[in-house]
C-alpha cells in the first residue's frame, strides 16, 4: 500500500484544515488507519485512528472534540478535518496503514510522506 497524504498548509489559529491520505492498491479497506504528527522535537503521537468499517475511532485527548478522522473506503481514502486549530497543533501529520487497531507507531506497516500543518497564533 502507498500512502499520499496532503492538505496541509499555514493557517491562523481557529481556523480549520482536512487531511486527505489516497491509498493504492485494492487493500485499502481492510486496514485500519491512523494519523499522527510529529512537532520538532517531540515524539511521533497518533492524534486519531480508525477501524477498516469506521465503526472504530480512536482520538488523543488533544485533539478531541476538534479533530474528526473519516474514510471513504470506494475512493481509498482517509480524512482528518480539523478545526479550531491552535499553534500546538503545528506539525508534520503523517498517515498510516496498520493490521491491528490502535495508536502505538510500531504497529502501523505503511506510512504516507507526511505534510505541514503550521498554526500560527
Known amino acids: 500500500v502507498q500512502l499520499q497524504a496532503s492538505g496541509g498548509g499555514l493557517v491562523q489559529a481557529g481556523a480549520s484544515l482536512r487531511l486527505s491520505c489516497a491509498a493504492s492498491g485494492r487493500t485499502f479497506r481492510s486496514y485500519h488507519m491512523g494519523w499522527f504528527r510529529q512537532a520538532p522535537g517531540k515524539e511521533r503521537e497518533c492524534v486519531a485512528a480508525?477501524?477498516?468499517?469506521?465503526?472504530?475511532?480512536y482520538y488523543a485527548d488533544s485533539v478531541k472534540g476538534r479533530f474528526s478522522i473519516s474514510r471513504d473506503n470506494a475512493k481509498n481514502t482517509v480524512y482528518l478535518e480539523m478545526n479550531s486549530l491552535k499553534p500546538d497543533d503545528t506539525a508534520v501529520y503523517y498517515c498510516?496503514?496498520?493490521?491491528?487497531?490502535?495508536?502505538?507507531?510500531?504497529?502501523?506497516?505503511?506510512w504516507g510522506q507526511g505534510t505541514l500543518v503550521t498554526v500560527s497564533s
Open positions: 498510516a496503514a496498520s493490521n491491528y487497531f490502535g495508536r502505538q507507531a510500531a504497529t502501523y506497516i505503511y
Open positions: 480508525i477501524s477498516p468499517s469506521g465503526g472504530t475511532i
